[in-house]
């Protein structure tokens, strides 16, 4: 596919993620279903159904060659990265959408024969859109990202962490996440994994692990992070792989092994 291409994409993309936090924005104001999914903690909504089925009748219609991979599951059954393929999450932070209206991004990665191509951060309520273009940069509501500082060490990062290091069979040594937690200069918890990935890229946290995420929550901001320097892996350090549930360290190159060397499983 050539760049030029790639730029239409992208374009349509934005626009349709405009669009749908329009929408969001609009839904708010009336009353919506809330359902479970796994367990009580595991929130759904219309609203996220809806934008999902948005998003996926625009790019059926425009891109019938596309596949979708969704995490409302209304796309396409994705067997494989082959072709175009949106990987969408289409409210990230469905927690803080329903108990604080805030802090929820729209997340859309588009991945070409494998490989991340466009990343698309939605923060609505905030107004603010971190889109990266591979090889092109990344950028906040137009605005160039700097590439983030390769040697801040440990001592002075600002890292991402939610409680899934603490679920019981995860297994994890949790003397080392007191040690990392101890040595850092501070931990943040913001609900949203693709939010978590654009601060990075923003600069303004210099890392994030967490035990359990899935596509949806990583494509845009792996796309994004990697037009300024970051580095995504699993917790051990190998390879993501987008088309399963993958444990997720994001940071700077210096940090990234020693964070890796806290993350021990008993
Ligand atoms: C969740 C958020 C949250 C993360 C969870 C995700 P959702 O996504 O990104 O920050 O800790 O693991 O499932 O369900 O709100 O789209
Ligand atoms: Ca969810
Ligand atoms: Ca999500
Ligand atoms: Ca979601």
Redesign the pocket.
Known sequence: MSQETIHQLREKAKQWTIEAGQLIKKSMHKPFEVDTKLDRK???TEV?RKTEQFFIDKIHETYPDHKVLG?EGMGDEVQSLDGTVWII?????????IHQERF?AISIGIYIDGVGEIGIIYDVMADDLYEGTLGEGAYKNGQRLKPIDPNKALEDALIGL???WSIPNRKLNEEKIHDLVRKVRGTR????????FAYIAEGIIDAYI?M???P??IAAGMVIVGEVGGITTRVDGTEINMLTGNTVICSNQAIHEELISFIETK
Request: aromatic share 12%.
């Open positions: 595991d929130l759904v996220d995490e999450d289409p409210i990230d932070g469905t927690m803080n959408f929820f939610n409680n899934s918890s913001y609900g949203s994994a693709a939010l978590e967490t359990r995420l899935a949806w929550d």
